[in-house]
């Protein structure tokens, strides 16, 4: 199956791969993988697109009412692609602060401590 967007085209595996079967791959071809038993909780505050890039798009795309989805859409894309090395750069300079907080709160709430 093959999608096509903005003259790009993905092309989709019709097969179905389960989870055991990508964690299997994962532990065959991934010498140093790590088994999801030890993976780290899906913390959006550790999440640098989510704690920084995340909020930097939703205060441009909205500085204007948007009027419908098609103009949603363009905006999203625009404002991601307008998005300084800067802003990347400061949410990872965040990162270590906010890794430090978390291990303080014990992977709790930690906002309050930064």
């Known amino acids: 199956m093959t999608i096509s967007h903005s003259n790009r085209r993905v092309q989709l595996r019709t097969g179905r791969m389960t989870d055991d079967d990508t964690i299997a791959l994962l532990r065959r071809e991934t010498p140093d993988f790590i088994s999801p038993d030890q993976w780290p909780k899906n913390i959006p505050d550790m999440n ?9 798009m939703q205060e441009r795309v909205y500085e ?13 894309l625009s404002v991601w692609h307008s998005i300084g090395q800067n802003v990347i750069d400061e949410a990872i300079d965040q990162w270590r602060s906010r890794l430090t907080a978390c291990v303080r709160a014990k992977g709790g709430h930690f906002e309050h401590l930064m």
Do not use: G, H, M, S
């Open 48 to 56: 640098p697109v989510d704690y920084k890039i995340w909020a930097v």
């Open 64 to 76: 204007k009412r948007v009027n419908d989805v098609d103009e949603l859409c363009q905006r999203l």
